[in-house]
């Protein structure tokens, strides 16, 4: 049908309300977890002017989540001697096959979408999703590190760095976000997630060099975290002093980061309020007033405050540890020991 637009005219295939209407209530009905009653208006949708792929790829999966296997695979085998090349109609195809178990035909009928569209990454993405759903992660991500090579699609670049983080190759994660920053835009999560693995291996300058302008307050809170593992305990501050205490989850969390860029003054100053009021301090304030003690060099106070932490709660086997420490610094050796004794035996 040709059409006057304001590019000119156009000529394609001609939808018509019916069909759009049935088209539409037959997604409504999948999305909402109706798939028998979505396969009947998919079915309705391609009586109109335009059966073509896509809704007879939308009736399979319908009937396919319906359970109704043979009617999808009679859908499935008509239209793909009708249309050969539709990617949709044979993602559609591996899914039914994988839903019963045929996991090797569902694996090569991906390989064939992907011969079929070289630069659409539906048919990587996919095929790697199966293969790492199977233990064959290897598989996976030569996959998609194919794929990358002839384009780079940010959701094959997300999908690749996802295995990677999985397996926490860090040098191959970061090689990975380096690469997509070069093809914009980049997934923010997807940075953060690296940088958190470079910390957890103990390499903060990594995890530095990931963490690029602009940042917000997440990226912030794992940037001073990295210079506070790199002993760059200044720049550390410089960033803290940007970060509230609600980006970080509320007062005691942002006082644990002025004590992790150790300014302990500063962090008990904002547990002031509950150092005041010791009988109102959870165990998790208690913890911390009791750290920022230590390393301010009161310990006989410190001591008084780690054992008011129950040690059946989640920071007790932590205060008890530094009780100890509290004990040995007060000139208590002999009191450190029997505490120690006393919890390797609980």
């Not at 993602?91 to 390989?111: F, I, S, Y």
């Not at 953060?192 to 693995?197: K, W």
């Not at 990594?206 to 210079?227: F, K, M, N, T």
């Amino acid at each position: 049908m040709a059409r006057a637009t304001e590019e000119g005219v156009r000529v394609g295939l001609y939808v018509s309300p019916y069909q759009y209407e049935h088209y539409l209530r037959g997604e409504l009905a999948l999305s909402t977890g109706h798939p028998a009653l979505a396969a009947s208006e998919f079915a309705q949708a391609r009586t109109g002017s335009a059966d073509d792929a896509l809704l007879r790829a939308r009736h399979a999966q319908a009937l396919t989540e319906a359970g109704e296997w043979e009617r999808a695979g009679r859908v499935l085998d008509d239209s793909l001697v009708r249309f050969p090349r539709s990617i949709e109609l044979h993602l559609t195809r591996a899914r039914w096959a994988e839903g019963q178990g045929r996991d090797d035909v569902a694996l090569a009928t991906l390989a064939t979408a992907e011969e079929l569209t070289p630069q659409s990454p539906l048919g990587p993405l996919a095929h790697a999703t199966l293969l790492t759903r199977l233990g064959r992660e290897r598989e996976a991500e030569a996959i998609l590190d194919g794929f990358l090579a002839r384009s780079p699609d940010p959701r094959a670049y997300a999908a690749r760095l996802d295995l990677a983080l999985r397996r926490a190759q860090l040098d191959v994660a970061v090689q990975l976000v380096r690469s997509w920053s070069r093809h914009p835009p980049r997934d923010r999560a997807a940075l953060r997630r690296v940088a958190q693995l470079a910390l957890a291996q103990g390499r903060p300058e990594l995890a530095l060099s990931v963490l690029d302008e602009p940042i917000g307050p997440d990226e912030r809170v794992l940037r001073l975290r990295a210079y506070a593992l790199a002993g760059r305990y200044a720049e550390a501050e410089a960033q803290l002093a940007l970060v509230r205490d609600e980006h970080v989850g509320g007062l005691e969390e942002l006082a644990a980061l002025y004590l992790l860029v150790r300014r302990a003054d500063v962090a008990l100053e904002l547990l002031g309020e509950r150092v005041a009021r010791p009988d109102s301090a959870t165990p998790r304030q208690a913890l911390l007033i009791g750290t920022c003690l230590l390393h301010l060099g009161r310990a006989a106070e410190a001591a008084s405050w780690f054992a008011r932490v129950p040690a059946d709660s989640t920071d007790g086997a932590a205060a008890q540890t530094q009780l100890g420490a509290a004990l040995r610094s007060a000139g208590l050796p002999a009191l450190a020991r029997e505490v120690a004794a006393r919890t390797s035996g609980l």
